[in-house]
C-alpha cells in the first residue's frame, strides 16, 4: 500500500509507553532490543480487543475474532472439531463436538454464526462418513432483547428468520455465566440457569481499548471510559498535548460508536489536521462523524443493511454488502482475488481454505 510512498518508512515494534512532554514513544524490537522514536506530530490508532465483562478466565476457552490470527486461529479450531467428532465414537461426545456456541448477537456474531451453520450444511455436506451436516447445532447467545440492535427492530426480526433459516439456533436475551472445555452455562429469559454440551466457543459479545489507550491517558492526564478508551478533544487529540491524536477504536468522543467507518473517518482527519499545519494553518477543526450505515452478511447471499434510511435484507441486502466491502480495498489485485475467492464460496459448494495446521495444541486447549 506504502511502496509508492518514499516519504514513509514502516518499522515493525511493540510500542511500550509514551514520554509526551519529550515527544518520545519507547519500543521493543522483533530481538528484544529497546528503542525510541521523536515524533512532531504522533496518531495512534492501537484498536480494540476482546473484552469479557470481568470474567477473563473465559479466554481460556472462548476466544476472540479481533486480528487476522485470530481468524485464521478460529478457522483451525472449526475444522479440527468437524475431525475430532469424525473420530468419536459416543454419541454424546461426538454431539459436543458439533455443537458451536457464539457468544454476542452483534454484526459480527451474526455473521460467525452463520458461516458456521453454512460451511456445515453446504461446503462439508458429504464430506465426513459418521455425522451429516443437519447434525451441526450452531446456538447464538444475546444478552439483549434482540440481535443485531442497532439495525432497528424490523432488521433485527428479518436477520432472526435468515439465521433461523439457515439452521442457527438465536437465544436472546440470554447471558453466558460459566465457560470451561466442555460447554456452556447460560441464564435464559426467565432466569434459569441451562447447560450447554459444546467443544467450541466463540466470543463475539464485547471490546475493550487497547492497553495504549490508559497509556495515553496516564502520560496526558486525559480520562478513559468504561472500556478503557481514552477521551480525546472534539478535533481527536489529547488535552494539552495537540500534536497527539487518538483515533479509531481507542478513543472515546460524543459516544460515537467503535466502527470501522469511524476509524476511517477520524484517521483522514488527523491526517488532514497535520497536513494543514505543515502548511502553516494554526485552526482546530472539529471532528464532524458522516454515518454511512450498517450492515451485516446473515448467510449465503443475504445480508441486512441500513442506510441513510434505505433498509434492505435478503439477496438485494447482500449485493450491497459485496459492493461496500470491494469499494473500501486497497488496490485492484485485492480487489480481483476477493471477487474470485467470492465466487468459488458463494456460487460453488466447496471451500479452498480447509488446512488444519496444529491440530495437536486443538486438542490439548479444547
Known amino acids: 500500500m506504502l511502496h509508492k510512498h518514499e516519504n514513509v518508512a514502516v518499522e515493525l515494534s511493540e510500542v511500550t509507553?509514551?514520554?509526551l512532554e519529550a515527544r518520545q514513544v519507547a519500543l521493543v524490537r522483533p530481538d528484544g532490543r529497546e528503542a525510541t522514536l521523536r515524533y512532531d506530530s504522533l496518531m495512534v490508532a492501537a484498536g480494540v480487543g476482546q473484552s469479557y465483562f470481568g470474567h477473563d478466565e473465559f479466554s481460556e476457552w472462548a476466544p476472540g475474532m479481533k486480528t487476522l490470527a485470530d481468524a485464521l486461529a478460529q478457522r483451525e479450531r472449526i475444522f479440527s472439531a468437524f475431525e475430532m467428532a469424525e473420530l468419536e465414537e459416543d454419541p454424546e461426545l461426538r454431539g459436543a463436538?458439533?455443537?458451536?456456541?457464539?457468544?454476542?448477537?452483534?454484526?459480527?456474531?451474526?455473521?460467525?454464526?452463520?458461516?458456521?451453520?453454512e460451511l456445515a450444511?453446504?461446503?462439508?455436506?458429504?464430506?465426513?462418513?459418521?455425522?451429516?451436516?443437519?447434525?451441526?447445532?450452531?446456538?447464538?447467545?444475546?444478552?439483549?432483547?434482540?440481535i443485531?440492535?442497532?439495525?432497528?427492530?424490523?432488521?433485527?426480526?428479518?436477520?432472526?428468520?435468515e439465521l433461523h433459516d439457515t439452521g442457527v439456533e438465536v437465544h436472546a436475551s440470554s447471558s453466558v455465566q460459566h465457560?470451561?472445555?466442555?460447554?456452556?452455562?447460560?441464564?435464559?429469559?426467565?432466569?434459569?440457569?441451562?447447560?450447554?454440551?459444546?467443544?467450541?466457543?466463540?466470543?463475539?459479545?464485547?471490546?475493550?481499548?487497547?492497553?495504549?489507550?490508559?497509556?495515553?491517558?496516564?502520560?496526558?492526564?486525559?480520562?478513559?471510559?468504561r472500556a478503557g478508551r481514552v477521551e480525546v478533544l472534539p478535533d481527536c487529540t489529547l488535552p494539552g498535548h495537540p500534536e497527539v491524536f487518538a483515533v479509531g477504536d481507542m478513543m472515546a468522543l460524543d459516544g460515537l460508536p467503535g466502527v470501522a467507518e469511524v476509524a476511517m473517518q477520524t484517521g483522514i482527519h488527523a491526517a488532514r489536521t497535520i497536513q494543514a499545519r505543515l502548511g502553516?494553518?494554526?485552526e482546530s477543526t472539529p471532528f464532524k462523524y458522516r454515518d454511512l450505515?450498517?450492515?451485516?452478511?446473515?448467510?449465503?447471499?443475504?445480508?441486512?443493511v441500513s442506510f441513510h434510511g434505505l433498509r434492505l435484507s435478503g439477496f438485494l441486502g447482500w449485493l450491497m454488502w459485496l459492493f461496500v466491502h470491494l469499494a473500501f480495498m486497497t488496490g485492484f489485485?485485492?480487489?480481483?482475488?476477493?471477487?474470485?475467492?467470492?465466487?468459488?464460496?458463494?456460487?460453488?459448494?466447496?471451500?479452498d481454505e480447509r488446512a488444519i495446521v496444529t491440530p495437536d495444541d486443538f486438542v490439548q486447549t479444547g
Request: proline content about 3%; aromatic content about 8%.
Open 17 to 19: 509507553g509514551f514520554d
Open 97 to 117: 463436538w458439533l455443537t458451536f456456541v457464539v457468544v454476542g448477537g452483534g454484526p459480527t456474531g451474526v455473521e460467525i454464526a452463520g458461516q458456521i451453520a
Open 121 to 146: 450444511r453446504r461446503a462439508l455436506k458429504g464430506k465426513y462418513r459418521r455425522f451429516d451436516g443437519a447434525d451441526v447445532r450452531v446456538l447464538l447467545f444475546e444478552g439483549g432483547e434482540e
Open 148 to 161: 443485531l440492535a442497532s439495525f432497528g427492530d424490523d432488521l433485527s426480526a428479518r436477520g432472526a428468520r
Open 179 to 225: 465457560v470451561d472445555a466442555d460447554g456452556v452455562e447460560v441464564k435464559g429469559p426467565d432466569g434459569s440457569i441451562r447447560r450447554y454440551p459444546a467443544k467450541t466457543k466463540i466470543w463475539a459479545a464485547g471490546v475493550a481499548a487497547s492497553p495504549l489507550a490508559k497509556a495515553l491517558a496516564d502520560a496526558s492526564g486525559a480520562a478513559c471510559d
Open 280 to 282: 502553516g494553518s494554526t
Open 293 to 304: 450505515g450498517s450492515m451485516a452478511a446473515v448467510s449465503r447471499r443475504r445480508a441486512i
Open 333 to 351: 489485485k485485492n480487489r480481483f482475488t476477493a471477487v474470485i475467492g467470492w465466487g468459488f464460496a458463494f456460487l460453488g459448494q466447496g471451500r
